[in-house]
């Protein structure tokens, strides 16, 4: 049974040479081809692909919002998002909604149809530069909780207090310590994560 693949994209050529792309490949058949996430949306319930191609960029509704609401209505759609975007926030945002696949173009046509397959199968295609970005953003959520695994009990409850936007006068009050006791302890976590700063401390604290 060939692979129904739905493609949104909102410039017109992209979409178009997309679309021929999958017709034309044995294995292979377009599901529907839509310019705005508003008539994906509308359309798709009735098509029934196995696997929607979408960018992030798209008029009105963003691409991030539809996967978001693909995922919550068809948990068995694979998202393959086709995208100039190569920025980790984009990535981790589309990869938390929901999508499956992270590609950025352009993208060789036998790629493509390589990624759509590797989806169907179960796959999570990517390009290179993401899969490498999905690696280190593991090892370094690694090292954070390494790194918090080493503080003592107080201060991990300073280090909590901070993160929550807490004056150090009021921390020392909340605690009973000294404004001092504070400061140093507040100094010790920083050399025990490696930071220089309570903004970089609490997002060490605070990383999933």
Known sequence: MSIRV????????????????????DGFACAGAYPTAEAALEALPRQMPHVALLDL????????????RLSEQWPALNLLVVTIHDDPYQIFRALEAGASGYLVKPVPAAKLLEAIADIHAGGSPMSS?????????????????RD???????EEEILRLVSQGHALKHIASELKLSLSTVGTHLRNIYSKLHVNSRAQATAKYLQP
Request: no cysteine.
């Open 148 to 154: 918090l695994e080493g503080l003592t009990p107080r």
């Open 6 to 25: 739905a493609v949104v994209e909102d410039q017109a050529e992209l979409r178009s040479l997309v679309v021929e792309l999958i017709s034309g490949a």
């Open 129 to 145: 530069q993401i899969a490498r970005l999905v690696v280190k953003s593991f090892r370094e959520r690694g090292r954070a909780r």
């Open 57 to 68: 960029e798209l008029p009105g509704m963003s691409g991030l919002d539809l996967i978001r």
